[in-house]
């Protein structure tokens, strides 16, 4: 099978040879920054995971909750405020510098709306947790560690919007500087918060001591991290250079048609998200009715599948950007050759990731949580994810590349469907209907992210996203 497309005409079929990948260090030149960022952050909520899970069962269930519904609503404005990095990536690939400025403020307009109205929404949660049927203790946690993440949550838009800025233009280095700054500032926090600390005593005053917050300092420490990545990347925004050539330190008034467009190409993409975290969301309700242990277990094994996502979640940025770039500068066939070539490194890495895991399952348990009825759990729930993470990646690496051409509305439909209609009906029926464990939750999960991303690559091959329009 040739690695070269079939033709060269934008919209028609590819192939794909994973014999040997061609252009490698262009794509890693920007995938391995956005690797390194996400795999920091995996560390980070590792961290998390791993000291509170030496606090409690409880509190390590919480946490996994609170941190789903948390993205989950973020991620209904999260490819809203991202998606601005799509088009500075066309205009950066078409030339256009004041384009580039125009679309990164109109992006920065959006993720401080939502990220208000996250705020909000973060601190009346308290009002939709009991329709969780979670035990009392775990809502009541799940709150507190819900509340201090939402006090990041502009940061947290921010941080997407101006990253596009910088990525788009296939500048990531800035972006993973100040990824590792917040996250280093998070782990510190963590240890300090969580346990607390007596301080020491200078000038007869004790300084620096607090009492052990538990999950609430986990999450205050997180919001912190957030916070100084946030600041940091404007800061690096306002660089002369880019003042010069983007003019980017001028606020552009708010554009109607430019926030539409906006709008149109990043809702769907938005709604895919938002539907996806809303499915695992139902997941973790669903799994959380077996218990605390079975919860606890399966976060653990969404901070393990993290090693996956994340490090793919970086290659997809890049895929992207570089869909993006070419697109712009009028040519599609080389958009969809960085697209295979972006779909074999993903290959290889989640082929790499699942031995690992296989050859390590009866021990990864064991770096989370001391609990015997949580690690027995254990090397079932890692072969589990081990299948799991190739199927995700495939969704996700399809996902990104089409979002690179502006080609969102497909992705969606797919995710709606799928999603509500298999995800959720398949794992209520196996773990509340059947009462299975957490185990069958997550093998059935397989099964639904295999039909997603098959759907998702077939789009991909067909060339159609190659048609996709987002100035228009």
């Known amino acids: 099978m040739t690695d070269r497309p079939l033709t060269t005409a934008a919209g028609r079929r590819t192939a794909l040879s994973l014999a040997r990948v061609h252009d490698g260090r262009e794509i890693m030149a920007l995938a391995l920054p956005n690797i390194l960022t996400m795999l920091s952050q995996t560390l980070m909520w590792t961290v998390d995971t791993a000291l509170l899970g030496r606090v409690d069962s409880a509190s390590l269930a919480a946490a996994g909750l609170g941190g789903v519904i948390t993205w989950c609503g973020y991620s209904l404005f999260n490819n809203l405020s991202r998606i601005s990095g799509t088009f500075v990536a066309q205009a950066h690939g078409a030339g256009d510098d004041d384009l580039v400025g125009h679309y990164a403020w109109q992006g920065l307009y959006i993720a401080l709306v939502t990220g208000l109205l996250l705020t909000v929404a973060g601190w009346y949660s308290y009002v939709a947790l009991p329709w969780t049927r979670n035990p009392a203790e775990v809502q009541d946690l799940t709150y507190t560690y819900i509340r201090w993440r939402s006090v990041s949550a502009v940061a947290t838009q921010v941080s997407f919007a101006v990253t596009g800025f910088f990525a ?191 050859a390590l399952r009866e021990h990864v348990f064991g770096v989370f949580s001391d609990d015997p009825t949580v690690l027995a759990l254990g090397p079932a729930l890692v072969l589990a994810a081990a299948v799991f993470q190739y199927f995700d990646g495939v969704r996700m690496l399809s996902s990104g590349i089409l979002q690179g051409a502006g080609d969102t509305r497909y992705a969606m439909i797919v995710t709606v469907i799928l999603m509500w209609g298999m995800f959720i009906p398949l794992t209520w029926f196996l773990v509340v209907s059947r009462q299975g464990d957490v185990v069958v939750a997550w093998l ?29």
Not at 262 to 275: D, H, I, Q, T, Y
Not at 339 to 350: A, C, I
Not at 452 to 470: K, N
């Open 168 to 358: 788009g233009r296939r500048d990531v280095r800035v972006p993973m500087w100040c990824g590792l700054a917040g996250n280093v500032v998070n782990v510190v926090l963590d240890v300090w918060l969580i346990f607390g600390w007596e301080g020491f005593g200078l000038g007869g005053a004790t300084w620096l001591a607090v009492p052990p917050m538990g999950i609430k300092g986990a999450s205050i420490a997180t919001s912190i991290g957030t916070a100084v990545n946030a600041l940091a990347l404007v800061g690096f925004a306002l660089a002369p250079h880019l003042r010069a050539r983007y003019r980017i330190h001028l606020p552009r008034r708010p554009d109607r048609r430019a926030l539409a467009r906006l709008v149109r190409v990043g809702s769907p993409a938005a709604g895919e998200n938002f539907v996806d975290m809303g499915g695992f969301v139902m997941f973790s309700v669903f799994i959380g009715t077996a218990g605390a242990v079975q919860l606890a277990a399966s976060q653990i094994t969404i901070q393990l599948l993290s090693f996956s996502f994340m490090p793919l979640w970086g290659l997809t940025m890049a895929a992207g950007v570089l869909v993006g770039n070419a697109l712009g500068a009028g040519s599609p066939a080389r958009a969809a050759h960085y697209g295979r070539q972006v779909y074999k490194l993903g290959t290889y890495y989640s082929l790499g990731l699942g031995v690992a895991m296989v």
């Open 444 to 472: 059935g999960a397989s099964v639904c992210y295999l039909l997603q991303g098959l759907f998702l690559w077939r789009r991909f091959a067909s060339g159609r996203w190659q048609h996709a329009r987002i100035f228009g």
